[in-house]
């Protein structure tokens, strides 16, 4: 561990959540090494040889084999650096962390471990401790060796059920909820108050005051902080949103030790605020639920943008759909980001008589902008401050459009021409602003999910969308988590592609062999079975962290079939037949195989229960690998020798030797 930091420290890598994550997964992983080795030097003892020469062919016989076995689950970390998207970005430190990690496991396992076990003790014929412990090993070991030559004899037989169970489990992925980051119980969330556009800030003040009085008596309810019609001012360090005298802003912090999560805190607060007297204010809740929400505009696990130039469609188009979207099962909170239209002063230029007098739009308008918003003229500069200095028409000459239309506008040409002679006023509402994407007028539709599934929101969102008649020249697409998820998956498939790949090339490079890694690799669809089964169990969803778990699980679980197929060789080069090597190794392997995959489980057990926060973001990965592991475990014990044998006997039939 003193190690990893130094490299850690050398990497450039910060201490955070993730580089942390990424040390406790590679506690378990770390004695992996060491307990193969000193296994192996402690059975060369009990055969009578002293220490050093134990210690010495101990470590020289699996010294191949595990660094074979480390190599692959480090190369499983290697193409988690070149994901794409939010899980690169959040996985980078902790695949560093790991690689450190093992690369100093393996290390200490070929120079410190011999060296300790080969000193001299003042009591050179130690008695080897527990009597108790050997009679239950060499129990478990009898019963071992009853089954395994139980499953060799009906090799095919076993070979079929254990694919039997391997499709079966497959059925379990349909239930499973599909998201891109695991939900994250932050304890916090920002309720959005936006009364009619044009609305006093004091009414305004008192609707959030009334939800504020509401609020501070929730007992799971810690700090609020609210913002009023605040702007934005020049200096990019100001932090406050932009908000008009109709909008309010409140933020909630809930208390971290509480029996009611975030969400159903939400749904409390909801509930009353829709019996309350708000002067009909539309109220929005924006959590953030997951780390995909912190790195986004659109917090929200559904967003759909629609696309298009003709503004009154696009509006009509939203409209639509926003109706759709809250007949939904398990959808709330479903809001636009189309501007509110904002009350304005029009002015009609009657374009045949400006060009009468030489007059362009541009010169009328700037005339009348000057006469009613005004003109900074300078800045007066005072005790650090600068003060804009505006120029515009009194009050008193400008509180009416009969007053306005006699504006005085100076013409290229020397004529002066009242306002009225060219153009006549008027009183509606526009657009605040229009958002564009791509270069594309956009509106995006944002929602949250309440109890239910995303995959079967976003199913019903979709079938939705295509009941809507859409013109050609619009376009309505899902976008947000669901997107980002897509492409997260994409990315995590070429890396699990391109690690097996690398897992068999080491394998391959190792044993001088093509087929015998294949033999190795089958544990890693068999790791699926405890995936599935682990995730089913504890209603873990399928996300980006879990998808990492199962690319980890394919360096992980060969581990065990390096092990044990490169003492088999080692076996049949010293002259056994294959039936008896296959026996012997898989006996000889017992003990190291279970000790390592027990330690690896144990070793995640922490980070599975979720303790402290933020670990919601890593419990899926530990579930995959300990699921996962466990069921490879067992199975390695029987399919790889079983399998081992199958191979050998085609073999066989096929060059007839």
């Not at 109709?246 to 939400?266: F, G, M, S």
């Not at 006023?425 to 007028?441: A, H, M, V, W, Y």
């Not at 008649?469 to 998820?485: C, H, N, Q, R, Y």
């Amino acid at each position: 561990i003193v190690v990893v930091f130094t490299l850690m420290y050398m990497g450039k890598l910060s201490i955070n959540m993730m580089s942390l994550g990424g040390l406790a997964l590679g506690v378990g992983m770390l004695v992996d090494s060491a307990v193969v080795v000193l296994e192996n030097i402690s059975r060369h003892k009990e055969e009578g040889k002293d220490k050093k020469a134990s210690s010495v062919e101990g470590a020289t016989e699996v010294s191949n084999a595990i660094t074979a076995s480390t190599l692959t689950t480090i190369v499983v970390f290697f193409p988690m650096i070149f994901v794409i998207g939010i899980a690169g970005q959040l996985f980078k430190q902790l695949a560093f962390t790991v690689i450190f990690a093992l690369v100093a496991s393996l290390f200490v396992a070929l120079t410190l471990i011999p060296l300790l076990t080969s000193t001299k003790t003042r009591k050179e014929n130690l008695p080897r401790p527990g009597g108790e412990t050997l009679k239950k090993e060499f129990v478990l070991l009898t019963f071992y060796e009853g089954w395994l030559l139980k499953f060799l004899r009906a090799k095919k037989w076993g070979l079929f059920v254990v694919l039997l169970l391997f499709l079966g489990s497959l059925f379990l992925f349909i239930p499973l909820d599909k998201e891109l980051m695991p939900k994250m119980d932050q304890g916090q969330f920002i309720i959005k108050v936006g009364l009619p556009s044009g609305t006093r800030l004091e009414i305004t003040d008192n609707a959030a005051k009334k939800i504020e009085k509401y609020l501070l008596k929730l007992p799971y309810v810690e700090d609020i902080t609210s913002i009023v019609g605040s702007t934005r001012g020049r200096e990019a360090k100001d932090v406050l949103q932009r908000l008009g005298s109709h909008q309010a802003e409140i933020r909630v912090n809930l208390e971290k030790r509480r029996k009611v999560k975030t969400t159903q805190a939400v749904q409390n607060i909801k509930n009353y605020l829709a019996g309350l007297d708000l002067e009909g204010a539309n109220i929005e809740y924006i959590l953030q639920e997951s780390v995909f929400s912190a790195v986004v505009e659109e917090s929200a696990p559904v967003v759909i943008e629609i696309k298009g130039e003709h503004m009154p469609t696009l509006i009509k188009i939203t409209r639509k759909l926003t109706r759709k979207f809250e007949k939904i099962k398990g959808i709330y909170g479903v809001k636009t980001d189309m501007p509110e239209p904002s009350p304005e002063t029009k002015i009609f230029v009657d374009k045949d008589k400006a060009s009468i007098y030489n007059l362009s739009v541009a010169d009328i308008a700037q005339t009348s902008q000057i006469a009613l918003k005004g003109y900074i003229a300078s800045r007066l500069k005072e005790k650090g401050q600068e003060i804009d200095i505006r120029v515009r028409l009194r009050e008193v000459d400008r509180d009416n459009f009969n007053k306005l239309a006699r504006i005085q506008i100076h013409s290229p040409d020397g004529n002066i021409v009242p306002l009225f002679s060219v153009a006549r006023f008027g009183i509606g509402k526009g657009p605040s602003e229009i958002k564009r994407l791509d270069q594309e007028r956009t509106i995006l539709i944002s929602a949250n999910i309440f109890k239910r599934a995303l995959k079967n929101v976003v199913a019903d969102v979709t079938k939705a969308i295509k009941k809507l008649d859409i013109p050609e020249e619009f376009t309505v697409k899902l976008a947000g988590e669901s997107e980002e998820m897509t492409e997260s998956f994409a990315s995590l498939r070429f890396a699990l592609i391109f690690s097996i790949l690398l897992v068999y090339m080491i394998m391959a490079a190792q044993f001088e062999s093509f087929w015998q890694p294949f033999i190795i690799m089958a544990t890693v669809p068999l790791s699926i079975i405890g995936v599935l089964a682990a995730l089913f169990v504890t209603g873990t969803s399928v996300n980006v962290v879990a998808i990492l778990g199962v690319i980890m699980l394919g360096g992980i679980v060969v581990n065990n079939g390096i092990v044990l197929i490169d003492y088999l060789n080692l076996l049949r080069s010293r002259g056994k037949s294959v039936e008896e090597a296959v026996v012997e190794a898989s006996k000889a392997r017992l003990r190291p195989i279970l000790m390592t995959a027990l330690t690896t489980i144990l070793g995640l057990v922490p980070m599975a229960l979720a303790f402290g926060e933020g670990a919601e973001l890593r419990s899926p990965l530990a579930i995959s690998v300990i699921g996962g592991l466990f069921i490879a475990t067992f199975l390695t014990l029987l399919v790889i020798p079983a399998l081992y044998l199958l191979v050998h006997e085609l073999r066989m039939k096929l060059f007839k030797k």
